[in-house]
Structures are given as structure tokens and as C-alpha cells.
């Protein structure tokens, strides 16, 4: 298993907890220290009388701990990843132990039964018929709230963005509100979001009529569904906030086997407590591009690891769509190896993502992999200069200067997010090597 | 933002109410779309349907800016290899974000003589240490690389740090090099040729700022004689308080110098040889006026507001400090110990020391240091003895020390917190005072939870200890490496123990490559 020690702290789930895996990377704190092809286990000698079990299994790699923490993973859990990655030769034992045998055990089993479960679900005949009819009610409110948009939408050009006062943006929370109301809260997220960016930026007229005209896009797209292909049905029930069932999408989305390489992860705090992730991959063998979109609340981590940098043998199932991005990574993952870091044209990434838009102009987020780019400030932005383009970056204060320290000046091949305006960098590499050069460290 | 949206602006910002006439036209295939969407008679829909043809179409086909311009120039070829291996890497990653300052210094001597480099990823946080320390900077230029001079170059309070590559020609350092290089640069021509370095710094003097000025005026210190006292004489009316203070305290130094035989003088007018009783005694008054050729020589007769001198001992004490300590002892007849005590008695007491002390500062003399040691007057000097302590050479300083060490009515922590203070980043102490401190700590260490004296309980001493591992000779570390950790230590014990062996293991890590790398 390849394993960093930048790579496992991007595995806690707040800052406190890396420092205090940092700090328990002792060797003394832990009187054992044992690990097999499988997994690594220890016991950590903590405040009580009796030491912490701690454990983690390779493939995923997943966590376990008889600490009261909280956390996911713990720090005792993060600590024994990074003395792991520090000195293998500390893990004397090789007889995993009872407790360690039967969490193992039990994790196989789980995973066997989830999958049974599902198999079960998805023969299961739930009267078909009146999930049709649940399925058409709620299409049919959202297909109203679109309508009542599309008036007010008309209502507002013909009124003028010019006159836009604080009185009435307050119109255009109350419209957002109402989309929700109408179990569409994905398009009042996105009238919300036209709302803040009023009068924000020289350009904001452009950019509100930007938002404004995708939300049209997505009215007289709801107005004649059913005469959509399925894959654009579905991009508008992710447009309309409708969630799909994940548990459909393990059942029923295409699948695909290949090695993954983790091209890039990214944390973004939403609520006070909510942390979204999105992890992007690319598959060695296909070429394909998988992202992974999860949540978590109140500082509990993910149940799945996913380190950049790292290669994984997984099987994913997609999210149906026209953009064919999301999906849902079918535990058990294999254990993290190298990286097969993909080598793309940029005439051929601004192919794929312009193909991209045109099938679902509503993606937000577009993976890019800028080879040979240059980081170079110019005034006070930074931008990457790949070729004759420059995409100006969207990075913070210390990632910036961590990324030009790691370039130097000379070119790297750059991983991002890219919403077409700004790049948001994930991590870089160099052409001949096999280590990520740089990885963003801050939201 | 691209221009495509310009035409559609002014219908989209006054309302298709109010400008009800057709939209414009768009050139090419987009335009076609537009044309073609747009066939209805509602204004605002058409406008509308605009907007959604260009959101999605500028999005299919943005690729950023473009850019023509050169790129700039790449850091330079690097003539040290970056530091590769892994474990030491860890540990000097922990000294840099959590270590003490004293590690940083050991870490950046210990590279630059293995000839090794920090790695990139490493750059922007050593650069950022050297921006709050000014006594790291100088070690800190050739660890950093190649790549810590681009990355400098770009970042104003980094550019301490942009200076000239290691492979840059020696004058390039003297002409743009960092004011370290600079330093060194002369440093280093002192010591070839004394009289071309002092002409070099007189040519190119006027042109620097202050604070600069000092630093380089004090490299004269090595070599000095008597063909420069013309020149340091030049530097007393140098417009910088600093330059005139550096000037001086070298003039302390350059024999048979005019400028201290008249504060001699000075000072002799104000001394007498009285009989008293049956003992002959000296005598000395502060001048009762200011002298007119006293600006003249740097004797300032304006008494600062905060002095807690008065005005005339104000007076004596900017005349005695430009008087060298060993005449002091010839115009007597007294040592210095015989001196202190004598000042002592005299109504000018504080005016005496605190002279004695500044041109102790400019002009070490153990002696003198000794002297003042062995009875310290914490009334008159407020300062900590440890500066002066430092002036010492180390042996002299551990006896100082050894003598704390045994006294037990002197607590630990407070010897440890004094070796500290007057032991400088890069040294370390011998292996008998080290291996007797070590075993003082462990011994704490090992008490019982419930005697007096114990590690755990001793704050001072706990937060002491990372930097304790650092000062140690390294084959006294050993009773350290393992202090017991109770299984009920507290987080602050537990912090403290932590890093004094994250310390130690980057110490013997350190040693172990700087011997496997020097031939």
C-alpha cells in the first residue's frame, strides 16, 4: 500500500484531529504495533487504564477504534496510518489478533450483505405502480414551479436588471423559497445563487444573465420532458434538486471495473458543519472520468478514503445523466497503489469538456488536466499558462505559494475544477514522476 | 467575461419594457441559433433564449485567456541535491512547524554542511521563518536552493532572501547579493586584505541605508588596527545613531585611538586620590556642567526624558563608556573585581556599571565579565546577566553553570532557563555539564507522583525541554530519549516529552547524515 503522510492527513476530518495524530506518532505511545497484507492494528496507551484498540483495513482504506472519540477517523486511527507510512518496520506483529480478525470478518460479511440486500431490493416488486404515481406527482409540481419561473424570469427582463434594489432581490429569495416549496430546490438554489451575485464584480450583469439564461435553459427543457432522452430526464431531476436513490444507482447504474487514479480531492465546508467532498477520478484502462460527490456532518468523516495521487482497483456505478460524470464507487475498494497519471492533449480536454457542456450545459464543476502548465502570478492573481492560454486560478494565499515553489517556474501538469472562468487547482505532478508535485491544502 | 454578451446588455439592464425593439444579431453558427430562437414576438423571452444560447455556448468554448507573452524566467539549475530522505525529512518537517527556534539553526547548519538543500515543498515555510528571524536569515541562504531565491525574488518581505545563486560570481555577491552575502563578502576580504575591504565599505557607504551601514561597518571588528581609526573616526558623525554607536565601540578597540585618550582625559580630571583616615581612597564626581567640546566627540548633554540617571550622572556615564575598561585599571592600580566594589561605594554607582557594561558590550574582556558576574547588582543593571554570560567563552560559561547546577538553593528549571539564555543557537555544551544535566532531569523525571520536585510538576522545566534536547552534547541524550510517560501524564506533559524526542531523534538524524555526507 503507497502511502504519504500528506495523503493520510488528508484523510482527518478537521485540522485538530491531523495535529493530534501528529502528535501520537510516537512509537512509545503504542506498546503494540502489528500489520498483515490486510490491514494494520495497534493499541494506543490513551488517558484511560486500559490502551485503545486501534485498526484500519488497507482497502479503503477504513477505520475502526474503541476510543469515545467522535471523529471519523480518530486521531489514534490517523496516527497509526502515518506510523504505517513512517516505518513500516515498527509493525513487528503479524498474527492479527482476535479483535482484528473478526472486524475484518465482519466488514467482508457487511459488505456481502449490502450487496445481497440490494440484489434483494432491486427483484423486490414494490408495487410498481404506485411508485410510478409518486414518481409523476413530483414531476408534475416541478413542472409547474418551472412554469411559474419562466414568467417570473420574463417578469424580471422586461422590468430590467438595472433596477435591481435591495427590496426587490428580497422578490427573488421569496421566488427561491417557493421552488423549494415545490420540491425543486435545486433550481432555488440556483435563483438564490443569481441573487447574491447581483452587483458583485465589474461583470455581474453578465454573469447574473449567465445564471438567468441556464435557468431558462432548464425551464423550456422541464416544459417538454417527456420528449427528452433519459439521460437528459435525469440531468434535469439533478437540476431540479431531486436526488437519485443511491441505492438504485448501485443496482441499476452502468458499472465499471477499472484501476482508479485519484486525480484530485476537494473539500469545500458548505453549512456550519456540513463538508462536501469531491474526489475525481480517472480510470487507467478506460480513460474514463468518475466523481464522487459525499457529505458530512459535524466533523464524522467518510466512510471511504480516497488519497490523490494513489491508484485503486474499484469498480464504480454511474449516476444516470448526459454528463456521465457522478458516481458511486461499489465497496470493497482495493488498496491505494501508484498513480498512472493520465497524459491528455489539451486540444482533447477542451473537446471533452465543451462536448460535456453541450450534452448538460448545467454541469458546475469540469475536470481538466492542464499538461505542462506554468503557475505564474501576474498583479495579484495567479494564473496557468498552458500553451497560449493563461486560466486564471482560484487558490489561496499559502497553496499559492506552495504550487509555485513546487514548479519553480517550470512547467507541471495541473489538475482542477474548471467552471469556465476560473480554475480551481486539486494537485499537480510532474511529467516524470509518479509522486504528486502538490496538492491544495486549504478550502 | 466574454464581449459576447456586450449587445444584449442594454435591452437586459433598462427592461425589454422600456426597449421593446428587435435584439440584436450575433455573427457565425451562434448567431443562427439566436436568430432561430428568437422568431417570437415577447422581448423578454427572446432576450431570455439569448441569454441561454450564450451561457451555454460561451461555457462549451471557454479556454481561458490568451496569452502571448514571454514566461518569466525558471528558477536557476540547482547545485546541491534537495534532501531526500524520507525519515529525516519528517522530522525536520515537525522542527519547522512545531520545533524550537534553536532547531531551525541546527537544521539549516547541519544541510548546508552535508551540501544538501531543502526541497521545494519545504521552501515557502523556512522562507517564512526567516521573515520573523533575523538571526536565521544567514543560514537559511544556501539551504534554501535555487528555488528559495526565485520563490524570494516574487514576495516582498521574502526578498531578504533574493539574492545571488551559489553559482553567481563572488563580486555579484558584494554588488547584488542579500545583506547576509554581503556581510560575508566583506567578512571575507577582511580577512585577506583589511585595508581593500575598509576602502570597498568607504566607497560604497553613502549610497546605504542606515541599518545597513551598521551591520557592515561592524565586520571591521576582524583585523582591526590603527590605519583605521581615520576612517571610524570619519563614522562617528555619521548621520545614523547606530553607525555612530558601531564607530565608537570599535574605537574602543583601536590602540592609542585619540577619541578615547580624550574621554580619558575626561575622566581623569574627575578622579582624585584622597587620603582618608589612614587609607588612601579614590574619588570621583560627576561633572558639574556640560563642556563645550563635548558635541564635538559624541557626548550627548541633553539628559532623555525616561533616564533614571540624573543630569550629571547622565553625564558621567556617556563620558565613561568612551573610555576603555584596561585604563580604568592602569590609571588605579585596581582589578576589575576591586573596581566594582569601589564603584559600588560611590555616590555614582549606577552611572559606573552601566558604563562598564555597554563597553564591556563593544569590547569583551573576561576579566570584567567575571567580575560582574560574581556580583551581579540587579538595582543599577536591569538587564539579565545572561548577555553579558554569553560574552564568555563556553568553558568559562559552564563553570558558571556547574556551580548553579550543585547549589541547591538554585531551582533547575531556573539553570536550565539560564544555559538557554546565554548559550546561542549552534553550540552546544560539553559532555560532563550535559550529561549531569540529563541526569538532574530524568532523576525529576523518575520521582514519585507525590514528591516534591517532580517533572510533572515543574512547568518551567516541562516547556524547557524541547530546547534542552537542543543545547545537550548528543551523546547525553540518551537518559532523555525515554522519560517515563505515566500512564495519567497530563496533554502539557505529554506535548512537552513529545517533542524533546522528536528533537532528539532529528538531532541524531541530523548527525548521522552530516557524517554519512562529508567526506
Request: aromatic fraction near 6%; proline fraction near 7%.
Given at each position: 500500500?503507497?502511502?504519504t503522510m500528506e495523503g493520510?492527513?488528508?484523510l482527518?476530518?478537521d485540522?485538530?484531529?491531523?495535529?493530534?495524530a501528529?502528535?501520537?506518532?510516537s512509537?512509545a505511545k503504542?506498546?503494540?504495533?502489528g500489520a498483515?497484507?490486510?490491514?494494520?492494528?495497534?493499541?494506543?496507551?490513551g488517558?484511560g487504564?486500559?490502551?485503545?484498540q486501534?485498526?484500519?483495513?488497507?482497502?479503503?482504506?477504513?477505520?475502526?477504534c474503541?476510543?469515545?472519540?467522535?471523529k471519523?477517523p480518530?486521531?489514534h486511527?490517523?496516527?497509526?496510518?502515518l506510523?504505517?507510512?513512517?516505518?513500516?518496520?515498527?509493525?513487528?506483529?503479524?498474527?492479527?489478533?482476535?479483535?482484528?480478525n473478526?472486524?475484518l470478518?465482519s466488514r467482508?460479511?457487511?459488505?456481502q450483505?449490502k450487496?445481497q440486500?440490494?440484489?434483494?431490493?432491486?427483484?423486490?416488486?414494490?408495487?410498481p405502480q404506485a411508485a410510478?404515481?409518486?414518481?409523476?406527482q413530483?414531476?408534475?409540481?416541478?413542472?409547474?414551479?418551472?412554469?411559474?419561473?419562466?414568467r417570473?424570469?420574463?417578469?424580471?427582463?422586461a422590468?430590467g436588471?438595472?433596477?435591481?434594489?435591495?427590496?426587490?432581490?428580497?422578490g427573488?429569495?421569496t421566488m427561491a423559497?417557493?421552488?423549494v416549496?415545490?420540491q425543486?430546490p435545486?433550481l432555488?438554489?440556483?435563483v438564490r445563487?443569481?441573487?447574491?451575485?447581483?452587483?458583485q464584480?465589474?461583470d455581474?450583469?453578465?454573469?447574473?444573465?449567465?445564471?438567468l439564461?441556464?435557468l431558462q435553459?432548464?425551464?423550456?427543457?422541464l416544459?417538454?420532458?417527456?420528449?427528452?432522452?433519459?439521460?437528459?430526464?435525469?440531468?434535469?431531476?439533478?437540476?431540479?434538486?431531486?436526488?437519485?436513490?443511491k441505492?438504485?444507482?448501485?443496482a441499476?447504474?452502468?458499472?465499471?471495473?477499472?484501476r482508479?487514479?485519484?486525480?484530485?480531492v476537494?473539500h469545500e465546508?458548505?453549512?456550519?458543519?456540513?463538508v462536501?467532498r469531491?474526489?475525481?477520478?480517472r480510470?487507467?484502462?478506460?480513460?474514463?472520468?468518475a466523481w464522487?460527490l459525499?457529505?458530512?456532518?459535524?466533523?464524522r468523516g467518510f466512510e471511504?478514503?480516497?488519497?490523490a495521487?494513489?491508484g485503486?482497483?474499484?469498480?464504480?456505478?454511474?449516476?444516470p445523466?448526459a454528463?456521465?460524470l457522478?458516481?458511486?464507487a461499489?465497496?470493497?475498494?482495493?488498496?491505494?497503489?501508484?498513480?498512472?497519471w493520465p497524459?491528455p492533449?489539451?486540444?482533447d480536454?477542451?473537446q471533452a469538456?465543451a462536448?460535456r457542456?453541450?450534452?448538460?450545459?448545467?454541469?458546475s464543476?469540469?475536470?481538466?488536466?492542464?499538461?505542462d502548465?506554468?503557475?505564474?502570478r501576474?498583479?495579484?492573481?495567479?494564473l496557468a499558462?498552458?500553451g497560449?492560454?493563461?486560466?486564471?486560478?482560484?487558490?489561496?494565499?499559502?497553496?499559492?505559494w506552495?504550487l509555485?515553489?513546487?514548479?519553480?517556474?517550470?512547467p507541471?501538469?495541473l489538475?482542477?475544477?474548471?467552471?469556465g472562468r476560473?480554475l480551481r487547482?486539486?494537485?499537480?505532478?510532474?511529467a516524470?514522476a509518479?509522486?504528486?508535485?502538490?496538492?491544495?491544502?486549504?478550502? | 467575461?466574454?464581449?459576447?454578451?456586450?449587445?444584449?446588455?442594454p435591452?437586459?439592464?433598462?427592461?425589454?419594457?422600456?426597449?421593446?425593439g428587435?435584439?440584436p444579431t450575433?455573427p457565425?453558427?451562434v448567431?443562427?441559433l439566436v436568430a432561430?430562437?428568437?422568431a417570437?414576438?415577447?422581448?423578454?423571452a427572446?432576450?431570455l433564449?439569448t441569454?441561454?444560447?450564450?451561457?451555454?455556448?460561451?461555457?462549451?468554448?471557454?479556454?481561458g485567456?490568451?496569452?502571448?507573452g514571454p514566461l518569466?524566467?525558471?528558477a536557476?539549475?540547482e547545485t546541491w541535491?534537495?534532501?531526500?530522505?524520507a525519515?529525516?525529512?519528517?522530522?525536520?518537517l515537525?522542527?519547522l512547524?512545531?520545533?524550537p527556534?534553536?532547531?531551525h539553526?541546527?537544521v539549516?547548519?547541519?544541510?548546508?554542511r552535508?551540501g544538501?538543500?531543502?526541497p521545494?515543498?519545504?521552501?515557502?515555510?523556512?522562507?517564512?521563518?526567516g521573515?520573523?528571524?533575523?538571526?536565521l536569515?544567514?543560514l537559511l541562504?544556501?539551504?534554501l536552493?535555487?528555488?528559495?531565491?526565485?520563490?524570494?525574488?516574487?514576495?516582498?518581505?521574502?526578498r531578504?532572501?533574493a539574492?545571488?545563486?551559489q553559482a553567481?560570481?563572488?563580486?555579484?555577491r558584494?554588488?547584488?547579493?542579500?545583506?547576509?552575502?554581503?556581510?560575508a563578502?566583506?567578512?571575507n576580504?577582511r580577512?585577506?586584505?583589511?585595508?581593500g575591504?575598509r576602502?570597498r565599505l568607504?566607497a560604497t557607504?553613502?549610497e546605504?541605508?542606515?541599518?545597513?551601514?551598521?551591520?557592515l561597518?561592524a565586520?571591521?571588528?576582524?583585523g582591526?588596527?590603527d590605519v583605521d581609526e581615520?576612517?571610524?573616526?570619519e563614522?562617528?558623525?555619521?548621520r545614523?545613531?547606530e553607525?555612530r554607536q558601531a564607530a565608537?565601540?570599535?574605537l574602543?578597540?583601536?590602540?592609542?585611538?585619540a577619541?578615547?585618550?580624550?574621554?580619558?582625559g575626561?575622566?581623569a580630571?574627575l578622579l582624585?586620590?584622597?587620603?582618608?583616615?589612614?587609607r588612601k581612597?579614590w574619588?570621583i564626581d560627576?561633572?558639574?556642567?556640560?563642556?563645550a567640546d563635548?558635541?564635538a566627540d559624541?557626548?550627548?548633554?541633553?539628559r532623555?526624558q525616561h533616564?533614571?540617571l540624573g543630569?550629571r550622572?547622565w553625564w558621567?556615564?556617556q563620558l565613561?563608556?568612551?573610555?576603555?575598561?584596561?585604563w580604568?585599571?592602569?590609571?588605579t592600580g585596581?582589578g576589575p573585581a576591586?573596581?566594582r566594589?569601589?564603584?559600588l561605594g560611590t555616590?555614582?554607582?549606577?552611572a559606573?556599571?552601566?558604563?562598564?557594561r555597554?563597553?564591556?558590550?563593544?569590547?569583551?574582556d573576561?576579566?570584567w565579565?567575571?567580575?560582574?558576574?560574581e556580583?551581579w547588582p540587579?538595582?543599577?543593571?536591569?538587564?539579565?546577566?545572561a548577555a553579558?554570560?554569553?560574552?564568555l567563552p563556553l568553558e568559562r560559561?559552564?563553570r558558571?553553570?556547574r556551580r548553579?547546577l550543585h547549589?541547591?538553593?538554585v531551582d533547575?528549571?531556573?539553570?536550565?532557563?539560564r544555559v538557554?539564555?546565554?548559550c546561542p543557537?549552534?553550540e552546544t555544551l560539553?559532555a560532563?555539564l550535559?550529561v549531569d544535566l540529563?541526569?538532574?532531569?530524568?532523576q525529576?523525571?523518575?520521582?514519585?507522583?507525590?514528591?516534591a520536585?517532580?517533572?510533572?510538576?515543574?512547568?518551567?522545566?516541562l516547556q524547557?525541554l524541547?530546547?534542552?534536547g537542543?543545547?545537550l552534547h548528543?551523546d547525553a541524550?540518551?537518559p532523555?530519549a525515554?522519560l517515563?510517560?505515566p500512564?495519567?501524564?497530563t496533554p502539557?506533559y505529554?506535548?512537552?516529552?513529545q517533542?524533546?524526542?522528536?528533537?532528539?531523534?532529528?538531532?541524531?538524524?541530523?548527525?548521522?547524515?552530516?557524517t554519512?555526507?562529508?567526506?
Amino acid at each position: 500500500m503507497q502511502l504519504t503522510m500528506e495523503g493520510v492527513l488528508a484523510l482527518a476530518p478537521d485540522d485538530s484531529s491531523a495535529k493530534a495524530a501528529r502528535g501520537l506518532t510516537s512509537p512509545a505511545k503504542w506498546p503494540l504495533l502489528g500489520a498483515d497484507e490486510r490491514a494494520a492494528w495497534g493499541e494506543c496507551q490513551g488517558s484511560g487504564s486500559k490502551p485503545y484498540q486501534t485498526q484500519v483495513d488497507f482497502n479503503g482504506p477504513a477505520f475502526r477504534c474503541s476510543c469515545p472519540s467522535r471523529k471519523f477517523p480518530c486521531k489514534h486511527g490517523l496516527a497509526l496510518l502515518l506510523l504505517r507510512a513512517q516505518d513500516g518496520a515498527l509493525f513487528k506483529a503479524s498474527d492479527a489478533p482476535a479483535w482484528v480478525n473478526e472486524w475484518l470478518a465482519s466488514r467482508g460479511e457487511k459488505a456481502q450483505k449490502k450487496e445481497q440486500k440490494l440484489a434483494e431490493k432491486a427483484a423486490e416488486p414494490v408495487d410498481p405502480q404506485a411508485a410510478e404515481k409518486r414518481e409523476a406527482q413530483r414531476w408534475q409540481r416541478i413542472e409547474g414551479a418551472a412554469q411559474e419561473l419562466q414568467r417570473w424570469l420574463s417578469d424580471q427582463l422586461a422590468r430590467g436588471l438595472g433596477a435591481l434594489n435591495p427590496e426587490l432581490l428580497r422578490g427573488w429569495h421569496t421566488m427561491a423559497a417557493r421552488m423549494v416549496d415545490a420540491q425543486a430546490p435545486g433550481l432555488g438554489q440556483r435563483v438564490r445563487d443569481a441573487a447574491d451575485g447581483v452587483r458583485q464584480g465589474e461583470d455581474w450583469p453578465e454573469r447574473t444573465l449567465h445564471r438567468l439564461g441556464l435557468l431558462q435553459l432548464a425551464c423550456e427543457a422541464l416544459s417538454r420532458r417527456p420528449v427528452l432522452s433519459p439521460a437528459v430526464q435525469a440531468d434535469l431531476r439533478v437540476v431540479a434538486g431531486w436526488p437519485q436513490d443511491k441505492a438504485e444507482v448501485l443496482a441499476e447504474g452502468e458499472r465499471m471495473a477499472d484501476r482508479w487514479t485519484v486525480l484530485g480531492v476537494a473539500h469545500e465546508e458548505r453549512d456550519a458543519k456540513l463538508v462536501e467532498r469531491r474526489v475525481w477520478l480517472r480510470g487507467e484502462r478506460t480513460g474514463r472520468t468518475a466523481w464522487l460527490l459525499d457529505h458530512a456532518f459535524g466533523g464524522r468523516g467518510f466512510e471511504q478514503g480516497w488519497i490523490a495521487g494513489t491508484g485503486v482497483e474499484a469498480v464504480m456505478a454511474f449516476f444516470p445523466g448526459a454528463s456521465g460524470l457522478r458516481a458511486l464507487a461499489v465497496d470493497p475498494l482495493g488498496a491505494p497503489g501508484a498513480p498512472h497519471w493520465p497524459m491528455p492533449r489539451m486540444a482533447d480536454e477542451w473537446q471533452a469538456t465543451a462536448a460535456r457542456v453541450a450534452a448538460c450545459p448545467w454541469v458546475s464543476w469540469h475536470p481538466l488536466v492542464l499538461p505542462d502548465a506554468v503557475p505564474v502570478r501576474h498583479g495579484d492573481r495567479l494564473l496557468a499558462v498552458a500553451g497560449e492560454r493563461a486560466l486564471p486560478l482560484a487558490i489561496g494565499d499559502a497553496d499559492t505559494w506552495a504550487l509555485l515553489a513546487a514548479s519553480g517556474g517550470h512547467p507541471l501538469q495541473l489538475f482542477g475544477e474548471w467552471d469556465g472562468r476560473l480554475l480551481r487547482p486539486l494537485a499537480a505532478w510532474r511529467a516524470d514522476a509518479s509522486l504528486v508535485a502538490w496538492q491544495r491544502s486549504g478550502g | 467575461m466574454s464581449r459576447a454578451w456586450e449587445p444584449l446588455l442594454p435591452a437586459a439592464m433598462v427592461g425589454t419594457d422600456r426597449q421593446a425593439g428587435p435584439l440584436p444579431t450575433w455573427p457565425g453558427e451562434v448567431g443562427q441559433l439566436v436568430a432561430q430562437v428568437t422568431a417570437g414576438d415577447d422581448p423578454a423571452a427572446n432576450a431570455l433564449r439569448t441569454a441561454a444560447i450564450l451561457a451555454s455556448c460561451s461555457l462549451a468554448g471557454a479556454q481561458g485567456e490568451s496569452w502571448a507573452g514571454p514566461l518569466p524566467a525558471p528558477a536557476g539549475d540547482e547545485t546541491w541535491p534537495a534532501l531526500g530522505d524520507a525519515p529525516l525529512l519528517r522530522l525536520i518537517l515537525w522542527a519547522l512547524s512545531d520545533g524550537p527556534a534553536r532547531m531551525h539553526h541546527a537544521v539549516c547548519l547541519a544541510l548546508a554542511r552535508a551540501g544538501h538543500r531543502l526541497p521545494a515543498a519545504l521552501v515557502p515555510q523556512a522562507l517564512e521563518l526567516g521573515r520573523r528571524s533575523l538571526a536565521l536569515r544567514p543560514l537559511l541562504g544556501p539551504v534554501l536552493g535555487e528555488r528559495g531565491l526565485w520563490l524570494a525574488a516574487q514576495r516582498d518581505d521574502w526578498r531578504y532572501a533574493a539574492g545571488v545563486g551559489q553559482a553567481g560570481a563572488d563580486e555579484a555577491r558584494w554588488t547584488d547579493g542579500t545583506i547576509e552575502q554581503r556581510r560575508a563578502f566583506l567578512a571575507n576580504e577582511r580577512g585577506r586584505d583589511p585595508a581593500g575591504a575598509r576602502e570597498r565599505l568607504a566607497a560604497t557607504l553613502p549610497e546605504l541605508p542606515a541599518k545597513e551601514r551598521a551591520e557592515l561597518v561592524a565586520e571591521l571588528a576582524a583585523g582591526l588596527s590603527d590605519v583605521d581609526e581615520a576612517f571610524l573616526d570619519e563614522l562617528r558623525n555619521d548621520r545614523s545613531r547606530e553607525v555612530r554607536q558601531a564607530a565608537l565601540g570599535l574605537l574602543l578597540r583601536v590602540p592609542h585611538a585619540a577619541h578615547p585618550q580624550r574621554a580619558a582625559g575626561r575622566i581623569a580630571a574627575l578622579l582624585r586620590h584622597e587620603r582618608v583616615l589612614l587609607r588612601k581612597r579614590w574619588q570621583i564626581d560627576a561633572p558639574a556642567e556640560a563642556a563645550a567640546d563635548w558635541k564635538a566627540d559624541q557626548v550627548d548633554a541633553t539628559r532623555p526624558q525616561h533616564e533614571s540617571l540624573g543630569e550629571r550622572g547622565w553625564w558621567l556615564y556617556q563620558l565613561a563608556r568612551q573610555v576603555p575598561l584596561a585604563w580604568w585599571a592602569e590609571h588605579t592600580g585596581l582589578g576589575p573585581a576591586e573596581l566594582r566594589d569601589w564603584a559600588l561605594g560611590t555616590d555614582w554607582a549606577e552611572a559606573l556599571l552601566r558604563a562598564w557594561r555597554d563597553v564591556l558590550f563593544a569590547a569583551p574582556d573576561m576579566a570584567w565579565c567575571e567580575a560582574l558576574l560574581e556580583a551581579w547588582p540587579h538595582k543599577l543593571l536591569r538587564d539579565d546577566p545572561a548577555a553579558v554570560l554569553a560574552l564568555l567563552p563556553l568553558e568559562r560559561r559552564e563553570r558558571h553553570w556547574r556551580r548553579q547546577l550543585h547549589n541547591d538553593q538554585v531551582d533547575l528549571g531556573l539553570v536550565v532557563s539560564r544555559v538557554l539564555a546565554a548559550c546561542p543557537a549552534g553550540e552546544t555544551l560539553s559532555a560532563d555539564l550535559s550529561v549531569d544535566l540529563a541526569r538532574a532531569v530524568r532523576q525529576r523525571a523518575e520521582l514519585g507522583a507525590a514528591s516534591a520536585g517532580t517533572l510533572r510538576q515543574d512547568w518551567s522545566l516541562l516547556q524547557q525541554l524541547p530546547e534542552l534536547g537542543g543545547v545537550l552534547h548528543l551523546d547525553a541524550l540518551a537518559p532523555l530519549a525515554d522519560l517515563p510517560r505515566p500512564p495519567d501524564e497530563t496533554p502539557s506533559y505529554a506535548h512537552h516529552v513529545q517533542a524533546l524526542t522528536q528533537v532528539i531523534a532529528l538531532r541524531r538524524a541530523l548527525h548521522s547524515f552530516v557524517t554519512s555526507n562529508t567526506p
